[in-house]
C-alpha cells in the first residue's frame, strides 16, 4: 500500500517527502479530531460516575 | 539507505506486465507484505489513539474548563448565583454544562483549580469535573456528589488518591467559601481504612469512610448519608463525595473520597461587590498542606 502511494506521488524526492508528510498529518488530524472523539464515548474506558439515585 | 533503493525503483522499472509473470512466491511476499503494513499501521493508530487520551483530551477540556470558569466569574461578579436557593424552598434548575462552582484541592498544589459544572454524563464531565444533579448542592444538607476524570479530559481527579484525611476541599460559589474536610481520623493520614461516624437528624451515627474503593454499580456512596440505604434517616450534616475511575486507565472499579463540611468563608466584598480573590482563611490552608 506504502509502495503503491509512493509510486503514484509525482514530483523529484523534496516534493514527494513532502507530501508524505502532508498525508501523514491530514491523516493523524482526520483521526485525532474527527474519528476518536467520535469513537470514544462507545468505550468502556472513560466511566468515572456511579448510577446516582434520589 | 533503504529509502533510496525504494526511490532509485522508478514506475518505469516494473512494468504492467511483471505483475503477470509474478511467481507464487512473489505472490505470498506480496499478501504477507500487505498484512504486515496493515498491522504495523493499526499499531500506529493505536499509539495515535493513547496520545489522543492521555494528552489531546486534556487541551481540550483545560480550554473548555477555562472558558466556563470565567464565564462563571462574570456571573459572580454580577452576583447572579446559578446555585441559588429559591424563595420557595426549591433550587433552581441549573442548565446542564454550565459552571456552578469552583473547586480547589490545596494537597495538590496551589494551581489545581477546576470548575465544577452541572451533570454527571460524558458531554458534561469532558469539560471539568461534574456535579450529580440529583445530589445536594455546595454547602447543602446531604451529600455534594462530583465526579471527575482520572485519565484524560483534563484527568481533575488523576491524583484524587494523594488526599489525605484532614485535607481541605475547598469550594467556591457566588455565596461563601465551603471547606469540606476528608473525611477519617487521625488527620494526615492515608484514608483508605479511616472513619468518622456521621449524624443523622434522629441522633443516630453512621460510619462513613475517607475513601473507598467499590464496584461501579455502588449508586449507594452518593445517598445523603453515604452507604445508608435507609431512606427514613435524614442527614444533619454536610457532605461531599468524590468519584472517579480505579484503578487508573481502566473502569473496572471507583474510587469514592468522601468529606464534610468543617467551616464556611464569605467571599470578599469591595464597594457591596464580591471580589474575585481567596480570602486569607482560605489562603491559609495552602500553609497547611506544606508542613
Not at chain 2, 514506475?11 to 507464487?24: D, I, Q
Not at chain 2, 493499526?42 to 477555562?66: C, K, P, Q, S
Not at chain 2, 484524560?152 to 484524587?160: M, T
Amino acid at each position: 500500500m506504502y509502495v503503491w502511494i509512493w509510486r503514484h506521488l509525482p514530483g523529484p524526492l523534496t516534493v514527494r517527502l513532502l507530501q508524505v508528510l502532508l498525508l501523514v498529518l491530514a491523516v493523524s488530524a482526520l483521526l485525532l479530531f474527527v474519528i476518536f472523539p467520535w469513537i470514544e464515548p462507545h468505550l468502556p474506558i472513560n466511566q468515572v460516575t456511579v448510577p446516582a439515585q434520589k | 539507505m533503504p529509502k533510496h533503493s525504494m526511490v532509485a525503483e522508478p514506475p518505469a522499472a516494473s512494468p504492467p506486465s511483471a505483475r503477470a509473470s509474478m511467481t507464487t512466491g512473489d505472490k505470498v511476499r506480496l499478501v504477507l507484505r500487505g498484512i504486515g503494513q496493515t498491522l504495523i499501521t493499526l499499531g500506529l493508530v493505536v499509539l495515535l489513539f493513547v496520545v489522543y487520551e492521555v494528552w489531546i483530551t486534556n487541551l481540550f477540556a483545560r480550554a473548555e474548563n477555562d472558558r466556563i470558569a470565567h464565564k462563571l466569574e462574570q456571573q459572580f461578579a454580577k452576583g447572579d448565583d446559578p446555585i441559588l436557593t429559591l424563595p420557595g424552598g426549591g433550587d433552581s434548575t441549573i442548565p446542564i454544562g454550565t459552571g456552578i462552582a469552583n473547586i480547589y484541592l490545596p494537597r495538590l498544589g496551589s494551581d489545581y483549580h477546576w470548575t465544577i459544572v452541572e451533570g454527571d454524563d460524558q458531554e458534561s464531565l469532558a469539560k471539568g469535573p461534574g456535579h450529580y444533579p440529583q445530589t445536594a448542592l455546595p454547602g447543602q444538607r446531604g451529600n455534594f456528589g462530583v465526579a471527575g476524570h482520572r485519565v484524560g479530559k483534563g484527568e481533575p481527579f488523576l491524583n484524587l488518591d494523594k488526599l489525605k484525611s484532614g485535607d481541605a476541599v475547598i469550594i467556591e460559589t457566588e455565596s461563601d467559601w465551603y471547606v469540606y474536610r476528608v473525611l477519617g481520623s487521625p488527620v494526615g493520614k492515608d484514608p483508605q481504612n479511616l472513619t468518622v461516624q456521621v449524624k443523622d437528624t434522629a441522633g443516630g451515627t453512621h460510619t462513613v469512610p475517607g475513601r473507598e474503593i467499590v464496584d461501579p454499580s455502588a449508586g449507594r456512596v452518593l445517598l445523603p448519608i453515604p452507604n445508608d440505604t435507609n431512606s427514613a434517616d435524614k442527614p444533619a450534616e454536610a457532605l461531599m463525595t468524590m468519584t472517579t475511575c480505579h484503578p487508573k486507565f481502566t473502569a473496572a472499579q471507583r474510587m469514592i473520597v468522601h468529606a464534610k463540611l468543617t467551616g464556611t468563608v464569605a467571599p470578599l466584598m469591595q464597594d457591596g461587590k464580591r471580589v474575585e480573590k481567596m480570602p486569607p482563611a482560605i489562603r491559609e490552608l495552602y500553609s497547611e498542606v506544606k508542613s
